[in-house]
């Protein structure tokens, strides 16, 4: 099987290969990269690996917790008879100063509350209008 991987950086851990595509950022002043290619599988992956990095920037922020860079990595595959997914699994990689128990208090809350993931897992309806 295929695996539909994804990587999402910013700050200090943004990605530097030429292909990659910036985009602005909220949470620093030189933008989120985006390294993958545009599939539906992909984008998928995409939206749980860009909403943790996001996550991560604003639960750092409520617990004043320093972040210097993150860098996300979403993968996954589909079953090709019916294009379920087999499920997705992301990895975290912080630059900070925080101390590694911090940063794992910080990585568990946002596995908890990331709302992409979130409803990926929980499975909902999509119909066309």
């Known amino acids: 099987m295929d695996q539909f991987e994804v990587t999402v950086g910013a700050g200090s851990l943004r990605h530097t290969d030429p292909a990659a595509t910036a985009f602005p950022h909220r949470w620093t002043p030189e933008g989120v990269t985006v390294h993958t290619d545009f599939t539906g599988a992909h984008l998928l992956h995409l939206a749980a690996a860009g909403c943790v990095l996001n996550d991560v ?3 750092a922020a ?68």
Not at 75 to 87: E, K, L, M, Q, Y
Not at 98 to 121: F, G, K, N, T, Y
């Open 62 to 129: 409520a617990l004043s917790l320093p972040i210097e860079g993150v860098r996300v990595r979403a993968s996954g595959s589909f079953d090709t008879t019916t294009w379920a997914s087999t499920g997705i699994t992301y990895t975290v990689d912080l630059d900070s100063p925080a101390s590694p128990a911090e940063q794992a208090r910080l990585l568990d809350i946002v596995d908890d509350v990331a709302e992409i993931p979130r409803a990926i897992r929980a499975g909902a309806p999509v119909r066309r209008h």
């Open 57 to 59: 920037y604003r639960e």
